[in-house]
């Protein structure tokens, strides 16, 4: 019997306009190949759904003040499906970084 895993999976989509298709560009590209083979065995992955949520750069959401990759601040916002950080001294660290600059 096969078994089925549900997989939450956060991609980040950067676009110039809001009037882009976040979640259109997100399933084309995941769409492209419904097969995967892993070990001479062919695994099929197929998109379910698609959650998406606009970061808006501010002191509780952004780019970590160190390594650049988006994080948002614990303490201020709900979001868990991107890396988590806090903020120290004025700045935005993800928790990947803020050790380094305590
Ligand atoms: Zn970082």
Redesign the pocket.
Known sequence: MKKVYLQLVSFLVEVDDFDEDVEKITLDYLNKDHSVNVKGKDHLVKCEQITTYYLEEGSDCGK??????W?VDEFKHDLREI?I?TTHDGKL??Y???DSQI
Request: hydrophobic fraction near 5%; proline fraction near 0%.
């Open positions: 970590c003040s160190n390594c650049g990759n994080t890396s950080g660290y993800c990947d970084c803020l």
